[in-house]
T-cell receptor, first 113, second 114 residues
Framework: DAKTTQPTSMDCAEGRAANLPCNHS???????VYWYRQIHSQGPQYIIH???NNETNEMASLIITEDRKSSTLILPHATLRDTAVYYC??????????????FGQGTTLQVKP | ETGVTQTPRHLVMGMTNKKSLKCEQH?????MYWYKQSAKKPLELMFV???????ENNSVPSRFSPECPNSSHLFLHLHTLQPEDSALYLC?????????????FGEGSRLTVL
């Protein structure tokens, strides 16, 4: 699996968009980009994933650069409940594979009033 | 509520005790995982099961013994642990035939070894 690099911590004002960057310069063509978050003392929660195209769901948007070497997770209107550690993971998971995800240190996002 | 239930939520044990952690998933998934999260460290993958068969053992010491009797249940048997084994143990499940990287995690079992 490709290594990812994320900032250690970020702050965001409540109600504003939170943009969390991730570098994955060694990602291979068949590796997906996954984002998870972990709120204090809870299990990680899946947010979104993408391969090449930008993706959006009810939680967030994922912007992947054309060369796929970096991506940005966007929380459009951050709330205090979005305060968590956010993990960016690059991993291959074709049909029939198990989700052997390797988590890094992630980005601690602090949403402030 | 993620559909993955772990018990107990908290466990304190001595180094000579034998205890077990239990995980149950109600999602119809066929892959299950154990992760360990020590204080201020990233999650570490321990074991992976695919249709009850162990497919990954990430060099975990033998004092941790997993058991997967069926696709819905996963156990982690603990014996003669060390204080450095104190951590949050997380269970997860996924559906191999769909997006395997979408893992559903339980709330975790916080283990303290005295």
């Amino acid at each position: 699996d490709a290594k990812t690099t994320q900032p250690t911590s970020m702050d965001c004002a409540e109600g504003r968009a939170a943009n969390l960057p991730c570098n994955h310069s060694t990602i291979s063509g068949n590796e997906y980009v996954y984002w998870y978050r972990q709120i204090h003392s809870q299990g990680p929660q899946y947010i979104i994933h993408g391969l090449k195209n930008n993706e959006t769901n009810e939680m967030a948007s994922l912007i992947i650069t054309e060369d796929r070497k970096s991506s940005t997770l966007i929380l459009p209107h951050a709330t205090l409940r979005d305060t968590a550690v956010y993990y960016c993971i690059a991993s291959y998971h074709g049909s029939g594979n198990t989700g052997k995800l390797i988590f890094g240190q992630g980005t601690t996002l602090q949403v402030k009033p | 509520e993620t559909g993955v239930t772990q018990t107990p939520r908290h466990l304190v044990m001595g180094m000579t005790n034998k205890k077990s952690l239990k995980c149950e998933q109600h999602l119809g998934h066929n892959a299950m995982y154990w992760y360990k999260q020590s204080a201020k460290k990233p999650l570490e993958l321990m074991f992976v099961y695919n249709f009850k068969e162990q497919t990954e053992n990430n060099s975990v010491p033998s004092r941790f013994s997993p058991e997967c009797p069926n696709s819905s249940h996963l156990f982690l048997h603990l014996h003669t642990l060390q204080p450095e084994d104190s951590a949050l143990y997380l269970c997860a499940s996924s559906q191999v035939s769909r997006l395997a990287g979408e893992l559903f995690f339980g709330e975790g079992s916080r283990l303290t070894v005295l």
